[in-house]
């Protein structure tokens, strides 16, 4: 069983900067894939940016390229979403997700409970 409890969301204004951290209670956190994915009011889950266990491959939403960058220190049990520029379209309930998998998974098997992340204009 894995636990992830995110933290780091708030109000922030445009063009601010966020950085949001998901912290894993699990013995052997470099067997996971990390993700984080996004829940803005009214819409779908979307994927956002995922990390293979070394941080050797990442992955982004193509809309958030270069804005967002995925990171992950396996020494704290703990991955990172630095988030730059940030638009009101951005406003999200964030999540973080991990699935021991070697490769890219299609599905996740751990959700953490999200962080509000919203962006004024």
């Known amino acids: 069983q894995v636990q992830l409890v995110e933290s780091g969301g708030g109000l922030v204004q445009a063009g601010g900067s966020l950085r949001l951290s998901c912290a894993a209670s699990?013995?052997?956190?470099?067997?996971?894939?990390m993700g984080w994915f996004r829940q803005a009011p009214g819409k779908e889950r979307e994927f956002v940016a995922a990390?293979?266990?070394?941080?050797?491959?990442?992955y982004y939403a193509d809309s958030l390229k270069g804005r967002f960058t995925i990171s992950r220190d396996n020494a704290k049990n703990t991955v990172y979403l630095q988030m730059n520029r940030l638009k009101p379209e951005d406003t999200a309930v964030y999540y973080c997700?991990?699935?021991?998998?070697?490769?890219?998974?299609?599905?996740?098997?751990?959700w953490g409970q999200g962080t509000q992340v919203t962006v004024s204009s």
């Open positions: 997700a991990a699935a021991r998998s070697n490769l890219r998974p299609s599905k996740y098997d751990y």
């Open positions: 990390i293979n266990w070394s941080g050797g491959s990442t």
């Open positions: 699990v013995r052997t956190f470099s067997a996971y894939y």
